[in-house]
């Protein structure tokens, strides 16, 4: 039975693999970025460049969550990966626990929302006001679920540390 958890192995290497494809993502907007290819875009060229740019960040806070769960969810749920001492070790990585994982993710997906709404605001003129609204009113939600993971985490942490463990 605990051998199982081996299972999990592929579905991190395709996060891996998903991870790749962000890369190539990233590259492909920068290439646009830095060559000036607005020309389709129907924006002003500052628009567009701090929407290409947000894009860019979006693609790198993905990757940053893709990263936490490939690192965070193999070394919590399949096996340890003992990088104590090594100078590359992620500072978050010491204390990592399924719960601490699932804050920051909504952390992450936050940020990540909150990229994607500022695009939004940025192209108000081309969105219709419904889908500004309830791009809003789903960005509130994840707020509020990422309050409610801390505040579960912080009632686990302080009934394991009334217990004494």
């Known amino acids: 039975m605990f051998a199982s958890r081996w299972l999990q192995v592929p579905l991190y290497l395709g996060l891996i693999v998903a991870q790749g494809v962000y890369v190539w993502q990233f590259m492909v907007e920068l290439w646009h970025l830095v060559t000036g ?21 979006d693609v790198v806070m993905i990757s ?22 090594h100078p590359d070790e992620p500072e978050w990585l010491s204390h990592v626990n399924a719960n601490v994982l699932k804050v920051k993710l909504a952390t992450a997906i936050i940020g990540i929302s909150s990229i994607h709404l500022l695009q939004t605001f940025i192209r108000a003129r081309e969105m ?38």
């Open 128 to 165: 219709n006001t419904e889908t500004m609204l309830w791009q809003t009113v789903i960005h509130l939600v994840f707020i509020v679920s990422a309050i409610g993971l801390a505040l579960i985490d912080r009632m686990l942490n302080s009934s394991a540390h009334d217990r004494g463990h």
């Open 37 to 57: 290819d607005f020309s389709a875009s129907g924006m002003n060229i500052e628009q567009s460049v701090m929407l290409s740019v947000l894009g860019l960040i």
């Open 64 to 85: 940053n969550l893709l990263i936490m769960v490939i690192v965070g969810g193999y070394e919590t749920f399949v096996s340890r990966i003992n990088l104590e001492g």
